[in-house]
């Protein structure tokens, strides 16, 4: 642990910035046995005036999957944005989903995927391929 003091004008030089975390440490939570992802999710919000749904256009449903290999998953999307899915290691993505389109990708190799939307880079999620 560290404590960082500052002062205007202060002489305390630049310090590098510390390494980004690892992929495998971006995701915790349930993870669902399917095959098809919606780029978007319904949401409940318990506001003052009552309870009230809304639709997070930045979230996958569900955030985590589990396929076997050989598995086709389709991203379905049910929002009003374009949105895609493209894995951080490069190794395949979905391209642009139209609004109500969907793609589809097939998993041969088993293994741990953590993807975003390239339009929306703040949202990720993963697939877990056995």
């Known amino acids: 642990m560290h404590v960082w003091g500052f002062k205007l004008g202060g002489t305390l030089p630049a310090q590098p910035a510390p390494p980004p975390p690892a992929a495998r440490e971006l995701v915790a939570g349930l993870v669902e046995d399917t095959t098809q992802i919606e780029t978007a999710a319904v949401q409940r919000d318990l506001a003052f005036t009552g309870a009230r749904f809304i639709t997070d256009e930045y979230q996958f ?47 041969d190799r088993p293994g741990t995927y953590i993807y975003v939307c390239e339009q929306h880079r703040w949202a990720y999620g993963q697939i877990i391929v056995e």
Request: glycine share 10%; proline share 9%; charged share 15%.
């Open 61 to 107: 449903n569900p955030y985590r999957a589990k396929v076997p290999a050989g598995a086709r998953v389709t991203w379905r999307n049910n929002g009003t944005m374009v949105h895609s899915a493209h894995a951080l290691d490069d190794s395949w993505s979905t391209g642009p989903i139209d609004p109500a389109g969907v793609v589809g990708v097939t998993f």
